[in-house]
């Protein structure tokens, strides 16, 4: 798996939520039983501590805004630093399939 197969995954699901208002946000998930915000944001923390381990650094918790809007947006910036941490094929697979499951639930 290379970055840019990761950045793909990555843009297929900005293209589906990216023009989702709040509501849709708070909305509980296809056959789940957490918000879709929640959902992503438990993506985005998961590819953050992915790069956290590539990069040998402790693993931070990424905040939950206020605002759902801006989850598109972090993880573009999360995926990227998996990216650029230089992390092993596996590892960018391993984020791929998270973002892929992740689409899927929503």
Known sequence: MSAAELDRAVQLLVRQVGHWEQPRWA????????????????????????????????????????????????????AADLAGAGAP?????RAAAEVAATRDAL
């Open 89 to 93: 094929p596996e590892v960018l697979a």
């Open 27 to 78: 909305a509980v998930a296809t056959g789940g039983n957490a918000a879709r915000g929640d959902l992503v944001h438990r993506l985005v923390q998961e590819i953050a501590n992915l790069t956290a381990d590539a990069e040998g650094e402790p693993r931070r918790t990424v905040p939950r805004l206020t605002n759902d809007l801006a989850l598109p947006d972090q993880l573009r910036v999360v």
